[in-house]
T-cell receptor, first 118, second 115 residues
């Protein structure tokens, strides 16, 4: 079964320091991977996705993510954290075989709360 | 382009009642998916509609249903509400063009509270 794990419930970072939010996945075949961010009382905002190609994906608001097939990971990174980055971050996967079969279902991790301190 | 809109934003119901939530996708998007978000279960896929047809369904009881109209707008219905149905219900739209690797864009959600 397809699954996504975000091993950290919360990540604390000082403003200006680099941040990493971890994600590992388990799917058959090559996955489609996504990162979303959720601010309080808001829906999910798309940050970036990996479909194929370069393992380093750049997204919105200065975020990037590195796809590592051997470690089945897709960690979210940012070189210099801002207080405004404090939010709930979700990693998600879509099985490409499910997609080609007519599905459009995202499987989400439990979420990681990022707290950036001034 | 306007984003995904969901109405109402907040809803309070009592056990046993039914509720209908509405979602208008981004203009030109033909797929609408629904997700339930709760503190205990996280984000869970409910169903996807494309071309007025349900294409996929998550592991939810039959009390949860939906439909899609010819203009791609979608509604979901929950009948015989239970306390555990209290959640944030999120709608997402995507172009769903053949062979594409779509991104789903989410609306702000409807916060349902069942008393």
């Amino acid at each position: 079964a397809q699954s996504v794990a975000q091993p950290e419930d919360q990540v604390n970072v000082a403003e200006g320091n680099p941040l990493t939010v971890k994600c590992t996945y388990s799917v058959s075949g090559n996955p489609y991977l996504f990162w979303y961010v959720q601010y309080p009382n808001r829906g999910l905002q798309f940050l970036l996705k990996y479909i194929t190609g370069d393992n380093l994906v750049k997204g919105s608001y200065g975020f990037e993510a590195e796809f590592n097939k051997s470690q089945t990971s897709f960690h979210l990174k940012k070189p210099s954290a801002l207080v405004s980055d404090s939010a709930l971050y979700f990693c998600a996967v879509r099985d490409p075989f499910m997609f080609s079969g007519g599905y459009n279902k995202l499987i989400f991790g439990a979420g990681t709360r990022l707290a950036v301190h001034p | 382009k306007a984003g995904v809109t969901q109405t109402p934003r907040y809803l309070i119901k009592t056990r046993g009642q039914q509720v209908t939530l509405s979602c208008s996708p981004i203009s030109g998007h033909r797929s609408v998916s629904w997700y339930q978000q709760t503190p205990g279960q996280g984000l869970q896929f409910l169903f996807e509609y494309f071309s007025e047809t349900q294409r996929n369904k998550g592991n939810f009881p039959g009390r949860f249903s939906g439909r899609q109209f010819s203009n791609s707008r979608s509604e979901m219905n929950v009948s015989t509400l239970e306390l555990g149905d209290s959640a944030l219900y999120l709608c997402a739209s995507s172009p769903r063009t053949s062979g594409s690797t779509d991104t789903q864009y989410f609306g702000p959600g409807t916060r349902l509270t069942v008393l």
